[in-house]
């Protein structure tokens, strides 16, 4: 069975110093791995995935994932990060071995203090 | 707007009523989904349609009955809920087939609270 893990509730950075959010997985098969951002009473907005090819993605707001087949982990990073960047963040997976779900993590909030 | 929008915003409900989610996507997607949001719980995917066929039904309890007329509209009616029900639920969209491949397109969620 598939499963995904965020262990961190919560992570508090200073705004302009780099944050990692943290998330490790685990498929039978090979990962198609995910990360969503949720602000305050929205849906979640996509930020980037990993499917093949780089483990290194880049996605949306100047955020970057790195793909760790050997430590099953995705963990999300930005090099500066902005008061705005506070929000919660969703590490998602699904197996390529078949089926329709998408696992998602039970999200880490993000708290950027200025 | 994402694309994907949701209708009501919020929503209040006795126990015994009868009401209506819809969730309307502008994206041209072939896939809809729904998801429910409850505090500090992962996301549960509820059901999965693919080209207005139901290819994923995730032991929901049959209180909850979806219902997609076609590739745009998504709607999940709602019948003698329980407290527990309270939660944000979410349709989102994709352009695949139903795997969410290329991402989900999510809308903004129905709050829904059972009184």
């Known amino acids: 069975a598939q499963s995904v893990a965020q262990p961190e509730d919560q992570v508090n950075v200073a705004e302009g110093n780099p944050l990692t959010v943290k998330c490790t997985y685990s498929v039978s098969g090979n990962p198609y791995l995910f990360w969503y951002v949720q602000y305050p009473n929205r849906g979640l907005q996509f930020l980037l995935k990993y499917i093949t090819g780089d483990n290194l993605v880049k996605g949306s707001y100047g955020f970057e994932a790195e793909f760790n087949k050997s430590q099953t982990s995705f963990h999300l990073k930005k090099p500066s990060a902005l008061v705005s960047d506070s929000a919660l963040y969703f590490c998602a997976v699904r197996d390529t071995t078949g089926g329709f779900k998408t696992i998602f993590g039970a999200g880490t909030r993000l708290f950027v203090k200025a | 707007e994402t694309g994907v929008t949701q209708t009501p915003r919020h929503l209040v409900m006795g126990m015994t009523n009868k009401k209506s989610l819809k969730c309307e996507q502008h994206?041209?997607?072939?896939?809809m989904y729904w998801y429910k949001q409850s505090a500090k719980k992962p996301l549960e995917l509820m059901f999965v349609y693919s080209l207005e066929e139901r290819v994923e039904n995730n032991s929901v309890p049959s209180r909850f009955s979806p219902e997609c007329p076609n590739s745009s509209h998504l709607f999940l009616h709602l019948h003698t809920l329980q407290p527990e029900d309270s939660a944000l639920y979410l349709c989102?969209?994709?352009?695949?087939?139903?795997?969410?491949?290329?991402?989900?397109?999510f809308g903004s969620g129905t709050r829904l609270t059972v009184v």
């Open positions: 994206l041209g997607h072939n896939a």
């Open positions: 989102a969209s994709s352009q695949d087939d139903g795997r969410g491949i290329g991402g989900y397109t």
